[in-house]
């Protein structure tokens, strides 16, 4: 049987800060439906710390990559379905969706490390037909 981990104890501080930068912080929130400025600032600190996962420990952290493609340029499909073939133990679920006749969206979930996905995607935004592109890390800090 499973235990149920207490929730943390939450830490209070102090912090000093221009009124000006408070103001346009404070008008920031309500614009974004945050109720108070903790749960930002909680927000904003993992943002930081996911970041800095990906971009300078390079751990393996969940990637979604997201693109466009012209479904008539010759060979592409192809291309894009070996591609992933040869990368399988990086990449967790492939969704295809045809947009209209000519062009089709392929969102791909890999978990592995940051610079590997980044490297499987710049790789399959560079094939001629592909039209736009889009990388974004997803990791629990
Ligand atoms: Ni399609």
Do not use: W
């Not at 945050?34 to 970041?51: C, G, M, P, T």
Request: aromatic fraction near 10%; hydrophobic fraction near 35%; include cysteine.
């Amino acid at each position: 049987m499973g235990r149920k981990k207490a929730p943390e104890e939450l830490y209070r501080f102090g912090v000093s800060i221009e009124q000006s930068l408070i103001d346009k912080f404070d008008n920031y929130l309500s614009k974004r439906g945050y109720y108070n400025r903790s749960e930002a600032i909680r927000d904003l600190v993992r943002e930081l710390l996911a970041k800095e996962k990906v971009e300078i420990k390079n751990a393996v952290v969940y990637g979604v990559v997201s693109f466009i493609y012209n479904h008539h340029q010759r060979e592409l499909e192809d291309k894009i379905t070996s591609y992933q073939h040869e990368n399988y133990k990086s990449i967790i679920s492939t969704t295809h969706i045809h947009i209209d006749h000519e062009n089709c969206l392929e969102v791909i979930i890999m978990k592995d490390k940051a610079k590997r996905i980044k490297t499987i995607a710049e790789e399959i935004f560079a094939l001629k037909g592909v039209k736009s592109g889009k990388v974004s890390f997803v990791s629990l800090v």
